[in-house]
């Protein structure tokens, strides 16, 4: 299956875009770019600290240039930050390719977050517990997810999610 668009893999916070977005470019032979790391190599600082210097709306201009550079060329995997279906630009880029929502139960989103150390430290987006974050998080952005979303895929094992993903872009073209 040879690659002829970006793929854009998006969904909240632990829902498995770098995971799945590795396997899913590697099977296509494809590049996998992650849009935060992308952030914190454009900006030269990790996420929590730019939001608490330049706030949310700033960290929000600087994400959007990100997904702008990343998506130029095409042909790549791309996991997008949990917070770019905020902006209609944003959206505007997403349906210049094939937007995938990983769509993932609040439980599940709950108990990755808590096991993780790395997403422990990034910004709380709500200030509020992890329970009542994710909650909110879905609450404001479902519609937003499902609405951009070319395919939304099934929860999973990753290398069902992959064949899931394939499957349905063939069926795309």
Partial sequence: MELHMNIFL??????????????????LGAEFVDTDHFFVDMVGMEIAPYVERYGW??????????????STGGRRVIGCGGGIVLRESN???LASGVAVYLKTAPEVLVHRLQRDPHE??????TGHSVVDEVASVLSERAALYEGCADIIAPEGE??????????EILLLS
């Fill in 10 to 27: 998006i969904g909240p916070r632990a829902c498995g875009k770098t995971r799945i977005g590795r396997l899913l470019a590697n099977s």
């Fill in 57 to 70: 709306e700033g960290f929000r201009e600087m994400e959007t240039e990100a997904l702008a550079s990343v």
């Fill in 91 to 93: 959206r505007a880029i």
């Fill in 120 to 125: 422990a430290q990034r910004p709380s987006l």
């Fill in 158 to 167: 990753p290398d069902d999610i992959v064949k899931f993903i394939k499957r």
